[in-house]
């Protein structure tokens, strides 16, 4: 699926493809050792995802005992052109994002992104989930969330300095991609699994617990990027299921949503409010800023406003997003 998009993503060499073990296969005397975690880290073009965008994601799936089963990297358009400054930091040009899928595109077209679900492991957690939490299903199947930053900072006390760049130093970790910048997103990738695997082993050394929830407790994400972790397996396929029938159809140029002025105001829990816009522009719909006697339909969600009023003075049809799902499945069984 999508094989369009992703045809520009990236497995670098340095990492090793195995089959993710079973449960009954995992050996060893430590639970964290023979856990899987998901190892993540993004470059954007710049540090507030209010405003700034994904330019690359890379992860990959790895045991605590420093095993790696899977990984990959691609490049994301951010949706913004790439400043000066941002490239100088990790040497990602607007060349090497044009026409490359947006994150929303990036993290669906890559299911080992968040299937199966297991812990996330990050350096600097916060930053990478103030863009990743943008993507419902990402932060829904990626929990608890565990920082080496944190645990860094709490176990290797006479270290000067706790970026990724000083601890390769301090703790000797070998650069599997000389020939990438300092920082590139594959490369901070390669380097956490060897800093997780490491610290774990510190962990362990000073009598702390074997335990993967230990870790989320005490060098979790303090971010408040919860949505999607409340969401229940029936909410998450429903989300997944109309994002992939978007994203399909659009690549097929089916859009049964063509003709629609559709507003969205409020919270919603299925979708951020980036995956909703794209649903409703995949499906061919106008997404509109303002309601006004021309909107055909509102998405509303918590927290609605003055949207909603507005809406329900004019008599637009209001909509939660199960009667957006069901709107999308009539217009597609009618063929619209």
């Not at 100088?88 to 947006?102: F, K, L, Q, S, Y």
């Not at 006479?158 to 991609?177: F, K, P, W």
Request: hydrophobic share 40%; net charge neutral; glycine share 10%.
């Amino acid at each position: 699926m999508l094989k369009r998009l992703f045809g520009r993503q990236r497995t670098r060499a340095g990492f090793q493809r195995k089959p993710l073990p079973t449960r009954g296969q995992l050996l060893g005397s430590s639970r964290l050792f023979d856990q899987l975690f998901r190892i993540v880290d993004v470059e954007t073009t710049g540090l507030n995802p209010q405003w700034d965008g994904v330019c690359e994601i890379a992860y990959a799936i790895v045991r605590g005992d420093g095993t790696i089963f899977n990984s990959g990297s691609t490049f994301v358009h951010p949706g913004k052109s790439i400043p000066a400054s941002a490239e100088a930091v990790h040497g990602i040009r607007n060349e090497d994002v044009a026409g490359m899928p947006t994150l929303v595109e990036a993290v669906y077209g890559i299911p080992e992104l968040y299937e199966p679900p297991l812990p996330l492991v990050a350096h600097g957690m916060d930053f990478d989930l103030g863009f990743l939490s943008r993507i419902r299903i990402f932060v829904a199947n990626n929990s608890p969330c565990i920082c080496t930053l944190q645990i860094a900072r709490d176990l290797l006390p006479g270290v000067h300095q706790y970026d990724l760049v000083s601890l390769r130093e301090a703790l000797q970790i070998v650069d599997t991609h000389p020939e990438l910048p300092a920082h590139r997103a594959v490369d901070d990738v390669a380097a956490t699994c060897q800093l997780f695997n490491k610290l774990l082993s510190f962990h362990l050394e000073n009598g702390r617990p074997d335990d993967v929830d230990y870790l989320g407790r005490c060098y979790g994400s303090s971010s408040a990027a919860t949505a999607g972790r409340a969401l229940d397996s029936e909410d998450l396929r429903l989300g997944r299921e109309l994002i992939g029938f978007a994203l399909q159809s659009r690549t097929a140029g089916y859009q049964p949503l063509t003709g629609l002025r559709v507003a969205v105001t409020g919270e919603l829990r299925l979708w951020s409010r980036q995956e909703t816009e794209l649903i409703l522009e995949a499906l061919g719909a106008w997404v509109t800023a303002t309601v006004s006697s021309k909107t055909n339909y509102l998405i509303a969600g918590n927290t609605a406003g003055s949207k909603l009023t507005k809406a329900q003075q004019l008599g637009i049809p209001v909509l939660d997003e199960r009667g957006f799902a069901e709107l999308v499945r009539c217009r597609a069984r009618e063929g619209i």
